[in-house]
């Protein structure tokens, strides 16, 4: 028998040779816009002890009497799939309203115990109830939304699985139940997805390179002993600062380094900005110098900043840029959520996996107590070297403001003594680099 290893869950299921995949498939409501894409089989296979899954059509699978796994891989966030109306989409369908009339077969076959539905969102990370704890505008709850549809369509929760990017899911969940006396619940998976693609090397696929050759067994292609000699025998710039999309916080953070002169010397990718369309959230970012119209006209002029690629339509997730690393003291991580979603959701992308990767120490633009996270998750940080204590701080702009000052300390040090830095910290970039080649992270459950 197979074990689905859940926090505070462990379901019995079927023998492994006796499961099979069927994937969604749905006729879409917008066609350029999808909300089902194939789901990320590794996430269940992981947890099925890293078995394969055969991928069967429905009709086989019920022809064979399998238990069948429906996967369904959502795109964007609860709001797209859960069909949240809005003035471009007025009459958008939830989906669970569109599987019960165009899968009906399907459903019918796992209400009568044939089967658990997949919802796969682990390439995101959007909380499933967001509450008047974060900054955003009100109170959605797509729990509510998603035990309402269950309940109208007869799916038992206990058929639904939930993976998702979001480390707080679990956390959050279960404080939306106690709060509102639910005992039926559907089945959390918290997945370290990018962190799982670290591991398996996925990032070096795209690696701009014809005689890159992935090494075998080892997912390093940056050693500890390569930084030092290249940084004791090259011109080091201070930090790098890779950024394709352009969010709030990238866009105030590069105003910020712009008003501490930290730009130059540094290596920094950024897309163009129109002044009419920085994405700079004024209900966040104000109260600050840096955030005035003429630093914000500079930072338009300045961009776009090109380093590794001269596009910045195409997703990057999975190249990995040596050269900057090797030419950097340090790596200045832009997360995807800075100020979002307090309290709601943790997530950490690639972003923060590829300098653990290349053993290159980092400071983190990120979601308060990103840092807190990142240990409870086994890793180390660097506040042995380092003042770390921006992590702590609540306010988005005071905390960019003490990231900002601690890198200008960070960019006044000279060669020797990064150098001695480096020696200090090897034995925590070696440590982080082999936790994550070492650790199964497909089947990460909790902390």
Known sequence: MLKLVQEKLLIMIVRTQDIVRVNCSIVEYDPDRPRVRLAQYFVMNNILNENKI?????????????????????????????????????????LFDVLNKQQF?????????????????????????VNDSTFEEKEICYYKNI????????????????????????????????ENNIQEKM????????ARLAKDGFFYSGYNDNNFTFPENDI???????????????????????????RPHRVAFLAMLNHYNMINGSELSFDKLNLDQTNLNRDIFFNHSAFDDRNIKAIEQLTPLYLDVTEFETNQAQSFFKETYLNTWYSAITETYFYEYYNTSMFFSEKIFKPVCAMHPFVLVGQQFSLEYFKKLGFKTFDSVWDENYDTIRDPVQRMDAICKLMQNLNRKSKHEWIEIYYKIQPILIHNF??????????????
């Open 220 to 246: 390093s292609v940056l050693t500890f002993e390569e930084h030092i000699n290249y940084k004791q025998h090259n011109d080091i710039k201070t930090f790098s600062c890779l950024n394709r999309v352009i």
């Open 105 to 129: 077969e399907i459903l019918k076959y796992i209400i009568n115990g044939n089967g658990v539905i997949h919802i796969d969102q682990c390439l995101e990370s959007f909380p499933l109830w």
């Open 434 to 447: 082999n936790h994550l080649k070492d650790t199964p992270w497909g089947s990460y459950a909790k902390f």
């Open 54 to 94: 055969t991928t069967l059509s429905f009709d086989e699978a019920r022809k064979q009497g399998k238990f069948i796994i429906y996967e369904i891989g959502t795109t964007e966030g609860p709001h797209w799939w859960l069909g949240y109306k809005n003035s471009d989409h007025p009459t958008m369908p939830n």
């Open 187 to 194: 089945n959390i998976i918290c997945d370290l997805f990018f």
């Open 147 to 178: 035990h309402d549809k269950c309940k109208i369509h007869n799916i038992p929760l206990s058929k639904i699985f939930y993976s998702t990017s979001n480390l707080m899911e679990n956390e959050l969940y279960d404080r939306w139940c106690k």
